[in-house]
């Protein structure tokens, strides 16, 4: 029972000779960890909108809202910091992590009461989604679309979406998906298309 006893009396000793353990906030600034989880925070750089983000988030403080109209198709990602449990599965599983930058990274921002909960959000501006050009349902966003063929190089020639789209990108694939369509038999299969569609030119018409 002593040494008990007498371990809190040196810890006593020595918290009255040196510095206390905690620091002074919020009378003075503090400064938190290097990798201290603080607010989540989107980079509209390197977003790509694939909602991987909303899907591990265990609060269920991410959504995403899909925009279509008749000519044009967007994606905005949306964090509810006053939902947010700050666990870090949305950095840590973001599809763009190991980019510069990240699609979402936690910063040490960490005072973030207020007042409105409608202004306690983190967003990215409006990410074009790429539509199945059968039935006109969503695939993905452009940018998602963007990075896997860069991320995967060459193989993207062997997806027509992967390679219309990078084609896209680089602003001239009417012209040469055109061109395909008149010069293949199977021109159905140059097209963007979504998993259903893709199945149904690929396999039920074969």
Request: proline share 5%; aromatic share 8%; hydrophobic share 35%.
């Amino acid at each position: 029972m002593r040494y008990p006893k007498l371990r809190e009396l040196k810890e006593a000793i020595t918290a009255f000779i040196k510095k206390p353990y905690t620091s002074k906030f919020p009378y003075e600034p503090h400064s938190p960890a290097k990798r201290f989880r603080g607010k989540p925070e989107y980079s509209n750089t390197g977003c790509i909108a694939c909602t991987a983000c909303a899907l591990v988030c265990p609060a269920r403080a991410i959504e995403y809202r899909d925009v279509v109209t008749r000519g044009k198709a967007t994606r905005k990602m949306i964090l509810h910091l006053d939902e947010c449990h700050y666990c870090g599965q949305c950095s840590a599983l973001c599809t763009t992590r190991d980019d510069n930058p990240p699609g979402i990274k936690h910063t040490t921002e960490f005072d973030l009461a207020g007042f409105d909960r409608a202004e306690m959000v983190s967003t990215t501006d409006e990410k074009e989604l790429a539509l199945c050009e059968v039935c006109g349902d969503v695939i993905t966003a452009k940018a998602h679309l963007q990075w896997v063929a860069k991320k995967i190089g060459v193989l993207a020639f062997s997806n027509p979406t992967l390679f219309i789209a990078s084609l896209k990108a680089m602003g001239f694939s009417e012209d040469i998906s055109q061109a395909a369509r008149d010069y293949m038999l199977r021109s159905d299969r140059i097209k963007v298309l979504c998993a259903k569609c893709r199945r149904k030119v690929t396999i039920e018409k074969f």
